[in-house]
């Protein structure tokens, strides 16, 4: 299990601050700028069926911009501490940076103007970000031995981002050629390897580390992972299998084995939990349990698409329970508290010591942002399953609310933590006379 205490022992491995909290503001510039797109876009939010334009560029804004680069961010810091193996190269992780912010931007521009060069020019330049980050992350795991459950899920989830990515430039080509013949099924296994595969992995796997950690509770067993590891890799083959072998059983199975591996990943995170140390755990871990829930339903609603039962906008509603519900709800969740510990950490100097994690996190803003972000993604699934676009536009402002409340949140961290590193160390306590003759 990765403690505090290992990760203030590790200053080797940790990288610049400035490398994962760039990630970190950029993944909070975008998730403003995705609600803001669908608040204000012309695109209809209730019943929406996909195709490029505004709710399109918002999707990519929210999985890429803000899940994908929140992932990279915390892979490039969290997984060398927990591999006792520092990054290859700070500065090839610096420039995936570079690569995935104006990549992203781009690929959203030209989904929402219709723009094919755009789309296409962003499309590459994330694709080469996602390429050095998985090169990066797999010279990381070839050399480590430790953590197998998270060696797997890792693995798995590099696997499924290069399909996703090779995925996403054909389907982008496809817009403007029009070769593919099924271009709707083959968006769907895209999004499955991007949300369940490369994210769904990345959170299993680091869900072992991070809730262990920030619980102070037991690490889930190894055989724990390597089932869920397993049952969700048996998933995501038989969704690809069943596009190319065009069987709806196929994609039946795919869902029931999603099923299974949620299963397995709620019951460890449940025996984490119950064997916990920290009782109180604050608002980050209601987001964090609403998003281990909305996990299955997800799911369900998944398994009803398969099955052939598309009624009451059920693709868009999987989307929101999927991208908005599962993931982003816990994304955001641990991020409230992992950037106070991180910040700490590296605020800390020889000699003094580390400030309270407690005292980094403003309880405010995570307050604020549960509320608007739990009810946005209530209103957007109300307004699909009612078919009324003016409660999923209300759902969408919601949404900004809430990026507005977490990036307060994240402005008044870094401002505690420098505070914190300027504050004069405290003068030592001379011992007067007197003070000895009191203390005996």
């Given at each position: 299990m990765l403690s505090p205490d290992m990760a203030f022992g590790s200053r080797d491995r940790l990288l610049p601050a400035s490398v994962p909290f760039r990630f970190f503001a950029a993944a909070l510039a975008f998730h403003l700028a995705g609600w803001l797109l669908l608040a204000l876009g012309g695109d209809s939010l209730a019943g929406s069926r996909g195709g490029p334009g505004t709710v399109m560029a918002a999707l990519h804004l929210f999985t890429l911009g803000t899940l994908a680069t929140t992932a990279m961010g915390a892979s490039y810091q969290l997984l060398p501490m927990a591999t006792i193996r520092p990054v290859g190269s700070v500065g090839w992780a610096q420039a995936s940076f570079w690569l995935m912010v104006p990549g992203v931007a781009l690929m959203a521009a030209g989904l929402a103007t219709l723009s094919h060069t755009l789309a296409w020019i962003g499309g590459g330049l994330t694709a080469a970000a996602l390429v050095v980050f998985a090169a990066l992350m797999a010279g990381n795991l070839r050399g480590a031995n430790q953590m197998p459950a998270v060696r797997a899920s890792a693995w798995a989830a590099l696997g499924c981002l290069a399909a996703m990515a090779t995925l996403g430039l054909t389907l982008l080509a496809d817009l403007r050629f029009g070769f593919l013949p099924d271009h709707r099924a083959l968006t769907g296994v895209h999004l499955g390897l991007a949300l369940f595969g490369f994210m769904g992995m990345l959170v299993a796997g680091f869900s072992s580390i991070l809730v262990p950690m920030l619980t102070l509770g037991q690490a889930p067993p190894v055989r724990s992972g390597l089932a869920t590891a397993a049952a969700a890799g048996v998933g995501l083959a038989l969704l690809v299998a069943?596009?190319?072998?065009?069987?709806?059983?196929?994609?039946?199975?795919?869902?029931?084995?999603?099923?299974?591996?949620?299963?397995?990943?709620?019951?460890?995170?449940?025996?984490?939990?119950?064997?916990?140390?920290?009782?109180?755990?604050?608002?980050?871990?209601?987001?964090?349990?609403?998003?281990?829930?909305?996990?299955?339903?997800?799911?369900?609603?998944?398994?009803?698409?398969?099955?052939?039962?598309?009624?009451?906008?059920?693709?868009?509603?999987?989307?929101?329970?999927a991208v908005g519900g599962w993931l982003m709800t816990f994304l955001f969740g641990v991020l409230q508290r992992i950037a106070p510990f991180l910040a700490s950490v590296h605020v800390t100097m020889p000699g003094r010591r580390p400030p309270l994690v407690s005292s980094l996190a403003p309880e405010g803003p995570t307050k604020a942002h549960a509320a608007l972000h739990l009810s946005a993604i209530a209103l957007l699934v109300l307004g699909n399953l009612a078919d009324i676009e003016w409660i999923a536009r209300?759902?969408?402002?919601?949404?900004?609310?809430?990026?507005?409340?977490?990036?307060?949140?994240?402005?008044?961290?870094?401002?505690?933590?420098?505070?914190?590193?300027?504050?004069?160390?405290?003068?030592?306590?001379?011992?007067?006379?007197?003070?000895?003759?009191?203390?005996?």
């Amino acid at each position: 299990m990765l403690s505090p205490d290992m990760a203030f022992g590790s200053r080797d491995r940790l990288l610049p601050a400035s490398v994962p909290f760039r990630f970190f503001a950029a993944a909070l510039a975008f998730h403003l700028a995705g609600w803001l797109l669908l608040a204000l876009g012309g695109d209809s939010l209730a019943g929406s069926r996909g195709g490029p334009g505004t709710v399109m560029a918002a999707l990519h804004l929210f999985t890429l911009g803000t899940l994908a680069t929140t992932a990279m961010g915390a892979s490039y810091q969290l997984l060398p501490m927990a591999t006792i193996r520092p990054v290859g190269s700070v500065g090839w992780a610096q420039a995936s940076f570079w690569l995935m912010v104006p990549g992203v931007a781009l690929m959203a521009a030209g989904l929402a103007t219709l723009s094919h060069t755009l789309a296409w020019i962003g499309g590459g330049l994330t694709a080469a970000a996602l390429v050095v980050f998985a090169a990066l992350m797999a010279g990381n795991l070839r050399g480590a031995n430790q953590m197998p459950a998270v060696r797997a899920s890792a693995w798995a989830a590099l696997g499924c981002l290069a399909a996703m990515a090779t995925l996403g430039l054909t389907l982008l080509a496809d817009l403007r050629f029009g070769f593919l013949p099924d271009h709707r099924a083959l968006t769907g296994v895209h999004l499955g390897l991007a949300l369940f595969g490369f994210m769904g992995m990345l959170v299993a796997g680091f869900s072992s580390i991070l809730v262990p950690m920030l619980t102070l509770g037991q690490a889930p067993p190894v055989r724990s992972g390597l089932a869920t590891a397993a049952a969700a890799g048996v998933g995501l083959a038989l969704l690809v299998a069943g596009v190319f072998a065009e069987g709806r059983m196929l994609t039946v199975g795919a869902v029931l084995a999603g099923l299974v591996a949620a299963a397995l990943h709620l019951q460890a995170m449940e025996g984490v939990m119950r064997g916990r140390m920290r009782k109180r755990l604050g608002v980050p871990f209601l987001m964090i349990r609403a998003g281990w829930a909305m996990l299955p339903l997800s799911l369900i609603v998944a398994l009803s698409l398969a099955a052939g039962l598309d009624r009451l906008n059920a693709p868009t509603v999987f989307v929101i329970l999927a991208v908005g519900g599962w993931l982003m709800t816990f994304l955001f969740g641990v991020l409230q508290r992992i950037a106070p510990f991180l910040a700490s950490v590296h605020v800390t100097m020889p000699g003094r010591r580390p400030p309270l994690v407690s005292s980094l996190a403003p309880e405010g803003p995570t307050k604020a942002h549960a509320a608007l972000h739990l009810s946005a993604i209530a209103l957007l699934v109300l307004g699909n399953l009612a078919d009324i676009e003016w409660i999923a536009r209300v759902g969408a402002v919601a949404g900004v609310g809430a990026a507005i409340a977490i990036i307060v949140f994240a402005l008044q961290v870094r401002a505690r933590a420098l505070k914190a590193l300027h504050a004069a160390p405290p003068a030592p306590r001379s011992r007067t006379p007197g003070n000895v003759a009191c203390s005996t």
